[in-house]
C-alpha cells in the first residue's frame, strides 16, 4: 500500500424523519480489493487536537491520516500553516493515538501561546510496542518510544501544557514517558495482571485510571508520585466480565468505566476520591456474546456520554436520566470501535472495524447554572474536603454525584425514539 492513501469525503442526505439528522459526514478508505474485510483495516483510534484545528484517525495497515477540521479549511489564522492532508506511514498497525501537548483548558480558551512556540505532536502507538512521535505541522517522525513489550493500545497527554505522554499496553504496564528528553526519562506503572484496555488522565492531572481487558481491574494512580493508589473493582470482584473503557467527567468527580459480559453490558460511574460506586446503567440482551462496549467519553461540558455499542453506532446519555438523550438505529453493522468529542462540543467521531469514520451531530444542551458551579468547585475540590463542609444534605449530594439514581437501564428507549430528546 502506498504512503498516501485515498479517502473519499462522502456528505451524508438529510433523513426526512428528522429535522436534523445527526450523522453529519463519513470519511471511507479506497482500498484494494485485497486488502478488503482483512484484519489490519480498522480504526482502533481517533483523535482532535486540543485547539480542534486537526483531526487524525488511524485508518488501517498502518496508516494514520491527518486533516485540517473542519475539513473545507485551507489554511492557519496567520496564513503560513500547511492545512493540507497529512498521512504518516508508521509501517505496524495502529492501536492508539493521541495530540499533544494539551493546555489547560483556560489557557486554551484565551488562546495564551504565542506565535512561533506553538508545537503540536502526534503520538501513535504501534502493535509491534513503539510509540512514533511525529510533528503534526511538518509532517516529520521526530523520534521512536520504545519499552513495551506489547501492543500498545491507548496514548493520553495530561491537561496541563506539559510534554508527558501515558501509554497503556497488552504487557500489562502502564508508561509515563517525558518527551522533552526524548523519552529517556520513563516512569513504569506494575499491577494489573492482563492486557491494559484504556487509561485516563483525570483533569487537574493528579490520577491516572486504567481498566484490565481481563484480570476485572479498574485501578488508580498517583500521577504526582507514580504510585498505585487502589483497585476500584475489590480483590473479591467474581463476576466474569471483559473491561473496555474509562474516562474521567472534566471536572475530575467522576470515572466512568465499561464492560460486558456474554448477555449485557454496562457503565459504572464511581467516586474517585472514596472508590464509591455512584450509579451503574446497564443494557441486556438476547443474543448471547454479540453486543459488547467498545468505547465511551464524556462531553466537553460533563453533560453528557457518548457510548459505542456492537447494536449501534452511537449513543448519548446524560447520567442521571432515565433514557438515551440520542441514539442511532439498532442495528448489527455498526462497526463501532472508539469515539471523540471535538473540544468544543458539537460533533463527535467514531471509528469503524472497515476503517471508516463517521462524524455526527452532539447535542448543544446549555449547561445550567448549577451545574457549571458544580464543575468550578470539584475541578480543585475533593469529595472528603466537600464532605468536611457545612452544607445542606441535598446540595451537598448533588456536588457530590450523589443525586443520580444507583440503577439505570438503557434499553428503556425505544427504536421510534431513536435521536429525539
Same mark, same amino acid.
Given at each position: ?7 473519499? +469525503? ?26 478488503? *474485510? ?49 498521512? =504518516? ?28 512556540? @506553538? ?15 511525529? @510533528? ?9 518510544? !520504545? ?9 493520553? =497527554? ?19 514517558? &517525558? ?24 483533569? &487537574? #492531572? ?7 481487558? =481481563? &484480570? ?6 498517583? $500521577? ?6 487502589? @483497585? $476500584? ?9 471483559? $473491561? ?26 464511581? &467516586? ?15 443474543? +448471547? ?20 455499542? *456492537? ?9 442521571? /436520566? ?33 476503517? !471508516? ?12 447554572? #448549577? ?12 469529595? !472528603? ?5 457545612? $452544607?445542606?444534605? %441535598?446540595?451537598?449530594? +448533588?456536588?457530590? +454525584? %450523589? @443525586?443520580?439514581? /444507583? ?15
Amino acid at each position: 500500500m502506498s504512503k498516501r492513501a485515498a479517502v473519499c +469525503y462522502q456528505s451524508v442526505e438529510h433523513v426526512p424523519s428528522a429535522p436534523e439528522p445527526p450523522l453529519l459526514l463519513e470519511l471511507k478508505t479506497r482500498r484494494p480489493p485485497s486488502l478488503l *474485510d482483512l484484519a489490519g483495516c480498522e480504526t482502533w483510534s481517533v483523535d482532535f487536537s486540543p485547539d480542534g484545528a486537526w483531526f487524525a484517525w488511524s485508518m488501517g495497515h498502518g496508516i494514520v491520516w491527518v486533516v485540517a477540521w473542519p475539513l473545507d479549511s485551507e489554511e492557519g489564522q496567520d496564513g503560513e500553516t500547511d492545512r493540507g492532508d497529512k498521512s =504518516f506511514s508508521c509501517g505496524h498497525p495502529v492501536w492508539g493515538l493521541a495530540f499533544g501537548p494539551r493546555p489547560p483548558k483556560a489557557a486554551r480558551l484565551a488562546k495564551t501561546a504565542s506565535k512561533g512556540k @506553538n508545537i503540536l505532536l502526534l503520538a501513535t502507538g504501534l502493535e509491534n510496542g513503539v510509540i512514533k512521535i511525529w @510533528n503534526v505541522l511538518t509532517g516529520s517522525a521526530v523520534f521512536d518510544l !520504545h519499552g513495551h513489550e506489547g501492543v500498545v493500545r491507548d496514548l493520553v =497527554f495530561p491537561q496541563n501544557g506539559s510534554l508527558t505522554l501515558i501509554s497503556s499496553s497488552r504487557d500489562k504496564t502502564l508508561r509515563i514517558w &517525558d518527551l522533552a528528553h526524548k523519552g529517556k526519562k520513563v516512569q513504569v506503572l506494575s499491577g494489573h495482571k492482563d492486557w491494559i484496555s484504556c487509561c485516563s488522565v483525570s483533569s &487537574d #492531572c493528579s490520577m491516572i485510571a486504567s481498566v484490565g481487558r =481481563f &484480570d476485572r481491574m479498574v485501578c488508580l494512580w498517583s $500521577l504526582r508520585s507514580y504510585t498505585f493508589i487502589r @483497585n $476500584l473493582m475489590g480483590a473479591n470482584q467474581k463476576q466474569l466480565c471483559l $473491561l473496555s473503557s474509562c474516562d474521567f467527567s472534566p471536572d475530575g468527580a467522576v470515572l466512568a468505566t465499561a464492560a460486558f459480559s456474554g448477555s449485557s453490558w454496562w457503565i459504572d460511574l464511581w &467516586d474517585p476520591y472514596t472508590a464509591e460506586k455512584l450509579a451503574t446503567l446497564a443494557d441486556y440482551f438476547d443474543d +448471547y456474546g454479540q453486543n459488547q462496549i467498545s468505547a465511551i467519553q464524556f462531553s466537553p461540558s460533563g453533560l453528557h456520554l457518548a457510548i459505542v455499542t *456492537d447494536d449501534r453506532a452511537l449513543r448519548v446519555w446524560e447520567p442521571g /436520566e432515565r433514557r438515551m438523550t440520542m441514539q442511532t438505529k439498532r442495528g448489527r453493522d455498526s462497526n463501532g470501535l472508539c469515539c471523540n468529542y471535538h473540544p468544543q462540543g458539537g460533533v463527535i467521531a467514531t471509528g469503524t472495524r472497515d476503517g !471508516h469514520v463517521r462524524f455526527w451531530r452532539a447535542p448543544r444542551t446549555v449547561p445550567s447554572l #448549577c451545574h457549571l458551579c458544580r464543575s468550578i468547585l470539584r475541578h480543585s475540590v475533593s469529595t !472528603h474536603q466537600m464532605e468536611a463542609l457545612p $452544607l445542606p444534605r %441535598r446540595i451537598l449530594e +448533588y456536588l457530590t +454525584y %450523589r @443525586n443520580i439514581p /444507583e440503577r439505570l437501564r438503557a434499553c428503556c428507549s425505544s427504536d421510534e425514539d431513536d435521536w429525539e430528546s
